[in-house]
């Protein structure tokens, strides 16, 4: 792709890139509907009371306000400033998807089933310093699955295996589901004396850019960490298995916790189901941590073998107590997809590609310009039968007329001669048919744009 | 519907509502795609300077200012409110879908083939107040046939059939397109002597609101119309022909200007169409202004019939100076389907129905908390010929797990006994049959979810 985005952070897709795009919101739509996942959608704006209910967040936030007020003059500098900052009522982008569905869930507890399995593919907004796999406005596809009061383990289990078989279903390379679960580390971390959990996290989730050394150092200066357990918290994130043998080598490790125990045989239950339902998909990698705070089990982030300075294209986890009414808690488990990360990369190194332009497989030229109505004649007949037709505008010679269907993609050009004789011209053979418009199709593989991996 | 937005002018549906309205947007996809329009999508945000490109707007815009700098600290006052005022290059959310085709068409003209097609299904934001029909944030779905420079007019006569087709094919009651030309109505307007002619259409444009006594009022008072001036106005705007007769009473006015016949001969055409193609869905009907400057010919608004005071539910027309670039001009023809409006309405109204709340089809019981496995295997027998299936996470008694599959509106239950026999049973009527997971379908109408017009 030579072109570049006419504002930086904001991709914009050329309509052949658009159907591989498409080609992987109708791909992940049918997984996540095959699975009983519900669509919803949210507004594209919070609060910023919401936005931070969390305490601090790490996302750059878009906050909004209105270029002129009710009576149609421009707002005063007071009002437009006033309307972002101390005001919890102000409204502000979304940063990602989980915050308004946790909002929306409890809103609407009282008419939803639960547990109430979602999938929400919409676009999120983050006014960071755009790079390679980082925009400002992105598209993401998530499905969670949200309990009310309480949600069984298994659906951390169910929601990796779905997502393993959506991303399969993908025109990508090779990926990797790397999870680990938070009460594994924070039991391990407890039970090698450092209570500042949290903190610890923070480090490890660094050690991919700075490396362990540089970690040590951090658990040692920031949190008062021995040398001895800044090697231990190190070991353990060292342990990365494709099956379950990861038990056994943390065992090795000689921590003994309850909390830990609880995190050892809930991994070791998602890394059973992938290795038998997902295999080569999915590693135990005790490395993960995960930045934002929410997550209480289970964490995932997916990288694509041989694109992992991509980051993640698939993150989430476990979170019990994102979203609570009253005493009423709904714990969930989700994860979500960088469906513009995704693309992006498609695109950039051509790793997918549609076999055309644009969605019609036929243009019915004109004989003369008084032939538009019974060309339009012909064009619904092969619509009523599900194939894309445009009509030409102009009665421009024949030879003008295939060269705008060739410039436009469009693989057949239908012409009706005065005496109504039908025939149609495979216009990248050149092969012409008799044709009838009641009977007349072309070759499966011609019917609808596919998007084929290169 | 006794939910109320959360946030007043935010909608957002159940997820029952959220099916009606992707059988809306998938209805109009398919539609547009058989017609050969191409997807594409432009960013939320122009900035300013774009938005406001063709003078005063009468759009309210929402304005973004980042929370944070780039350094993390919160911005200034002075920034924040920098950002949005006299500054071209700050960023806004974009108000309709048309203003940013035009700057994507003129940005990527060397990459599109012309006449270009596409559709374009997006959310846009105004900062109005909330009212019946009126959102602050609302789905759009647009088509544009844009030219390089030149467009046949032909086009304006496909567009409107197009969309007759693709509203006939919704879920709606019976529906008008209302077609004027701007031609037409400046060339007469011209041709009685008032010159000020973008004037007069502002007037008419309130004809309906104010009455024609008060419009003849306001041209007389603003415009210095003479009375006879404002009454031959007037008996222009009252003409409504559901056929081409429009034209004859046009001639009885005795007005005479080039223009005017232009506008004649292509409101004529339009309507000639109509009446074959798409038979009582169109009206010729002169008093249709559009508020908007940028119409320089044909003009559309759409009621719903019985439904009139909603608005106008889908508008457009021909544009032929929106977009340009240097000497080149881009004209275009287009119209644009308010989806929020007529998903409010078709919900509030329930005009329409879900045959299910949920995707699933099936739920596969759980014999024993041991069998969470096998059922898997039977449940991805059942995807892998396109059956939405979910799979019970608890062994729960069979009556519980039957309620569960209930509640959440799943139409069958699956149950594998201990010796792997299967049957399965629809919970609407009790019947239970056996079944393999190989083979087993159910009837047509339940397979995937369908919206019906009640």
């Known amino acids: 792709m030579a072109r570049t985005a006419s504002l930086s952070g904001f991709p914009e897709w050329l309509p052949e890139e658009r159907l591989v795009e498409l080609h992987v919101l109708d791909t992940l739509r049918r997984v996540f509907e095959l699975h009983g996942f519900s669509s919803i959608e949210t507004r594209a704006v919070e609060t910023v009371g919401q936005l931070l209910r969390k305490g601090e967040i790490d996302k750059e936030v878009y906050g909004l306000s209105r270029l002129q007020d009710d009576d149609g003059a421009t707002a005063t500098n007071a009002e437009s400033a006033a309307s972002h900052k101390g005001d919890p009522h102000a409204l502000a982008l979304h940063f990602d998807l ?49 309990g009310d009061g309480e949600l069984p383990f298994r659906y951390d289990v169910e929601i990796a295996l779905v ?37 610890v996290l923070r480090s490890i989730d660094k050690l991919e850019k700075i490396g362990p050394a540089r970690v040590a150092e951090l658990l040692k200066s920031e949190l008062g960490a021995t040398e001895e357990q800044a090697q231990s918290a190190l070991k353990l994130a060292s342990i990365r298995t494709q099956d379950t043998t990861f038990v056994a080598q943390v065992r090795d490790l000689g921590v003994s916790n309850g909390l830990l125990e609880e995190g050892l045989t809930e991994l070791e239950q ?32 997916t990288v694509l073998v041989g694109h992992e300075q991509l980051g993640s294209i698939c993150s989430g986890g ?48 004109l004989n003369s310009d008084d032939s538009w109505g019974a060309a339009q004649d012909v064009a619904a007949e092969l619509r009523s039968r599900g194939i894309s037709t445009e009509v030409a505008a102009k009665a421009e010679k024949f030879g003008k007329q295939i060269k705008f269907a060739d410039r436009r993609g469009i693989p057949f050009v239908w012409f009706t001669d005065d005496d109504g004789k039908h025939q149609v011209k495979d216009i990248r053979s050149g092969e012409q048919v008799d044709a009838d418009p009641a009977t007349w199709a072309p070759a499966a593989e011609d019917l609808h744009v596919r998007v084929l991996k290169a």
């Open 163 to 199: 997502i393993a078989e959506a991303l399969s279903a993908l025109p990508i390379p090779d990926f990797l589901l790397r999870i680990n679960n938070r009460k594994l580390a924070e039991g391990f971390y407890n039970g090698i004396g450092l209570t500042d959990t949290a903190g």
């Open 98 to 146: 989980t915050v308004p569905f946790a909002r929306y869930v409890v809103e609407n507890a009282g008419y939803l089933a639960f547990p109430f399995r979602r999938y929400q593919i919409q676009k999120v907004w983050r006014g960071e310093r755009p790079q390679e796999g980082r925009a400002r406005e992105f598209t993401q596809a998530d499905i969670d699955i949200v």
């Open 270 to 301: 998602v890394i059973a189901a992938a290795v038998q339902r997902a295999p080569g998909k999915v590693v135990a990698d005790l490395s993960i941590a995960r930045g934002l705070d929410y997550y209480t089990g289970t964490v995932v982030e």
């Open 318 to 365: 476990r979170y019990d107590a994102l979203a609570s009414k009253g005493n009423r808690k709904f714990p969930g488990v989700g994860l979500s997809i960088g469906v513009t990360r995704l693309v992006s990369r498609i695109l950039s190194q051509d790793l997918a590609r549609a076999t055309r332009s644009v969605p019609t497989a036929v243009l019915v030229a």
